[in-house]
């Protein structure tokens, strides 16, 4: 890239699948479940040209007042299992699946991502989430077992016990030769590792897909989450979306990577994001606005309210002042949610500060702090503004999250993204065949001789590379 050349604009998409961030109740509104929704939004961004698709994981359904909150969408099938689909049905398109390192074990995960990367011809990606609520480890063995402190601890040697499981097969393992009658090497997928939380050996079932390893994605944002991005991650998906607070998380991040001898590019950040795109900027205010409106209906913002505060707020107007009481410490309201990550207390002192700064009701108030589209406006303007804030260190390009599931990016991949395409900072077609090609990422270190897609040559002895010995 000459000095004068622009950043290329990442983009994803992620279905959501919890969360007050698609209008479900718009009659343009398909299944979040249904395996239509996902191929249709899939090969949509697919024709954009996009890096990859995204799915999070949520793995309890959310309560409020001790039933399940019926106020968003909930209920989602399994990510790799989606994805395994989709791999069948898109050809260059990134598949990245949200996975917990506190309540899996490496073994198993690393098979499925080995399985996922080979059946898309190198596309894997693994966003590696620790998990922070004890309401949700109850759905498992380890419950709420894992102090927050070494979750990340954890995390780290997970990976690293992946990578040593991806790393047990080299090409030259399968031999298929009919001829000796030998069909893997003795030395095929033995892997030992003793470690503080993970003290296993064997031999690995899974040879590694054309990648190597999957492109690892992080999403915590704590000094441990940061770090744990900074020495093992090739993407972060962050939620700073708001500019200011984005560019001091970008450079924050990136500063952190020289400790682990690593480049600003060998991290790409990409904060989640809403686009609503119109015929012009007026149309797109004022349809944003809707959108905003159906996302926090007033029960909507009454109970992310009850969820801060700890306590019954249903006496309360939505569209009135912020309450004036304190808040208590009743985990029975919005569990699962992450309002919580900061204590009660904290997050109500900056709720409260905020709506009296902009004079917000309560409605208003939550909107603003999580109903809010990041660009709104008329293709060009959206276009614009994307690019600007990648130019300007923003971001490295964003996770698109469409309002409508699933033709909620249409109009974005149809009307913005031949704009970025023009200005040259989005691909025309893919390059590469792999998700790390679409990142720009260099390779990851792999077993050598570890082919292409398509490899290895199972069955065809003789194709084995000449030299090759074990
Ligand atoms: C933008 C963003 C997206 C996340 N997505 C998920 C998810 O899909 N599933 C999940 O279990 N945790 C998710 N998390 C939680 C994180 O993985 C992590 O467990 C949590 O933030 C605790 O780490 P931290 O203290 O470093 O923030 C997400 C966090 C962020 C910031």
């Given at each position: ?122 596309r894997a990606g693994w966003n590696v989430v620790t998990s922070y609520d004890a309401f949700t480890g109850e759905n498992f063995r380890r419950g709420g077992f894992l102090p927050e402190a070494d979750r990340y601890t954890r995390a780290a040697e997970f990976l690293t016990v992946a990578r040593k499981l991806w790393d047990s097969w ?301």
């Open positions: 890239m000459s000095a004068t050349a622009k950043k290329q604009v990442h983009l994803a998409a992620q279905l959501p699948g919890i969360h007050n961030v698609t209008v479900w109740s718009d009659p343009r509104s398909g299944s979040q479940i249904a395996i239509d929704s996902f191929i249709r939004l899939a090969q949509t961004v697919e024709r954009g040209r996009f890096d990859f698709f995204f799915l999070a994981e949520g793995l309890r359904l959310r309560e409020h007042k001790g039933e399940v909150y019926d106020l968003d969408i909930a209920g989602r099938p399994e990510n790799l299992t989606v994805l395994s689909a989709l791999a069948a049905v898109t050809t260059h398109l990134g598949l990245v699946a949200t996975v917990n390192a506190t309540f899996n074990e490496p073994y198993e995960v690393a098979r499925r991502f080995a399985t996922l990367d080979r059946l898309s011809g190198g080299s090409e030259s393992d399968l031999k298929a030769d009919a001829v000796a009658g030998e069909f893997a090497t003795s030395g095929a997928g033995r892997f030992a590792h003793r470690g503080q939380h993970f003290d296993i050996s064997g031999r690995f079932t899974t040879p590694p897909g054309p990648q190597g390893h999957p492109v690892i994605v992080q999403s915590g944002e704590s000094d441990a989450g940061r770090e744990f991005a900074a020495s093992d991650a090739e993407v972060i998906f962050s939620k700073h979306n708001r500019i200011d607070v984005a560019r001091e998380f970008y450079r924050d991040v990136k500063r952190r990577l020289a400790t682990y001898g690593r480049r600003p590019e060998d991290l790409l950040i990409l904060p989640t994001a809403n686009a609503i795109v119109a015929d012009t900027d007026e149309e797109a205010a004022a349809y944003a606005q809707e959108v905003s409106r159906e996302l926090v209906s007033p029960q909507t913002a009454i109970a992310h309210l009850e969820a801060v505060w700890g306590r019954d707020l249903s006496a309360y107007d939505p569209d009135g002042p912020l309450p004036g009481i304190e808040p208590e410490d009743d985990a029975h309201f919005l569990k699962g949610h992450s309002v919580f990550r900061k204590g009660r207390a904290e997050t109500a002192r900056q709720w409260r500060r905020l709506a009296e700064e902009r004079n917000l009701s309560i409605r208003e108030l939550v909107i603003e702090v999580g109903g809010r589209q990041t660009f709104v406006g008329s293709p060009r303007t959206v276009a614009d503004a994307i690019d600007d804030y990648v130019q300007t260190g923003g971001a490295d390009g964003f996770v698109l999250v469409p309002h409508l599931t699933p033709g909620g990016l249409d109009d974005f991949v149809d009307r913005v993204v031949p704009i970025l395409q023009e200005k040259g900072v989005h691909r025309d077609d893919y390059t590469g065949t792999t998700l790390r090609d679409h990142l720009g990422l260099s390779a990851a270190p792999r077993p050598a001789g570890w082919g292409g897609p398509g490899r290895p040559p199972l069955g065809a002895a003789s194709a084995r590379p000449e030299g090759e010995t074990r």
